[in-house]
């Protein structure tokens, strides 16, 4: 019978002996992990490291930040070493074994990430963009779902309310809508920002879009005290892409009611020579700071001190409307005046309905 040494050596050399061999193995699909070769051997030369030290009975210590590149390694590696001490003639013996396999175990619960960290490696990997489409996506159903219930019970079609109740369910309404606004612009933004959902241009009234973006900003203004002025020509009915022109005004008067503490926020409407008109919303907020301007329409800037900062920190609003501004053939233009107030403002060109002779009835 053979007799196997109280202390075995070559459990420990098995170590080494896998890990070399997945180390000179890496390719395939390992190679999306890492950026080279000699990357993998240092975290594989690191990982052996740790376990060695562990069946010392030193303290865990591992120089590699724990990362999906170590613990698939590890995982490689643990499986090879498995497959050599089965080979091993005499095998070792069982307290040896044991006590490898349990340091091993202790360097991948070390390895282990936190839900955060396995959240953020999703995020830095190549299906990260993906996942907060999917999020987003998530967040707007349900949304979606309170904005319909509110505006049935807003409307009494499920029984009268009171004024009170009718002001309540306003505010449901304006939050929902603002948590669907932003899962939309995360959405738009993942597929570039600047896609018309109108592709092609068609009627609409000026007006029209004014109203419907101040009765769904209203509840907002109510509570914060402001006033909600509109002024647009009478009856303009022009051809454009009214629905990109609807969310960038609504973002923008939205933004406005935000950081304005009193006073009022106006949309207006400007008929320019031939077919150009100008929109504009102009707020009497406190202003924007210089020092912010350069980043303003940034998505994903980093936030300021709130005393001088007058935006939110994720800027997907500012940043889809540039977007679709441009995408309908103009830029946006910024006014403003510390403490007193900015104005956004862009030009498009909007022909009258009457000169697109595709919307004429045909002659009789």
């Known amino acids: 019978m053979t007799v196997v040494p109280a202390d075995d050596p070559r459990p420990l050399a098995a170590l080494s002996a896998a890990t070399a061999r997945v180390a000179g193995e890496w390719g395939g699909t390992l190679r999306v992990d890492a950026a080279s070769v000699e990357e993998v051997a240092r975290h594989a030369t690191a990982i052996e490291a740790a376990i060695r030290s562990r069946v010392a009975g030193d303290a865990l210590s591992i120089a590699l930040p724990a990362t999906h590149l170590t613990r698939r390694l590890l995982r490689r590696i643990h499986g090879a070493l498995l497959e050599d001490l089965r080979r091993l003639d005499p095998a070792p013996g069982g307290g040896d074994v044991l006590h490898l396999v349990q340091a091993v175990e202790a ?17 830095s990997g190549p299906d990260g963009l ?17 904005l319909f219930l509110a505006e049935t019970l807003q409307r009494g079609r499920s029984g009268p309310i009171t004024p009170l109740q009718e002001r309540q369910l306003g505010l449901i309404y304006s939050a929902a809508f603002g948590l669907s606004s932003v899962a939309s612009d995360v959405i738009e933004l993942a597929r570039g920002g600047d896609r018309l959902v109108d592709l092609e241009p068609l009627p609409f009234s000026v007006g029209d879009i004014l109203v419907s973006v101040r009765d769904i900003v209203q509840p907002i203004a109510e509570e914060k005290g402001l006033e909600i002025r509109l002024h647009s020509p009478d009856g303009a009915i022009r051809i454009g892409h009214s629905v990109a022109l609807s969310r960038v005004l609504l973002n923008l008067t939205t933004n406005a009611l935000k950081f304005s503490d009193s006073g009022y926020v106006e949309l207006s409407v400007r008929e320019l020579p031939g077919t ?35 935006f939110s920190g ?10 679709l501004v441009e995408a309908m053939g103009s830029a946006m233009q910024v006014e403003t005046l510390p403490g007193e107030g900015t104005t956004f403002r862009f030009v498009l060109h909007l022909p009258p309905l009457e000169s697109a002779g595709m919307f004429h009835d045909p002659p009789g």
């Open 130 to 146: 993906e996942l907060v489409v999917e999020v987003a996506h998530d967040l707007r159903s349900p949304l979606t779902s309170i």
């Open 276 to 310: 150009a008109i100008e929109f504009a919303v102009r707020d009497t907020g406190r202003g924007i700071p210089a020092e912010a301007m350069e980043m303003l329409f940034e998505p994903f800037r980093r936030r300021q001190k709130e005393r001088d900062y007058a």
């Open 107 to 123: 360097v991948a619960l070390a390895l282990e990430p936190s839900w955060d960290q396995q959240f953020a490696d999703r995020l």
């Open 314 to 323: 994720s800027g997907l609003g500012l940043s889809i409307c540039r977007k």
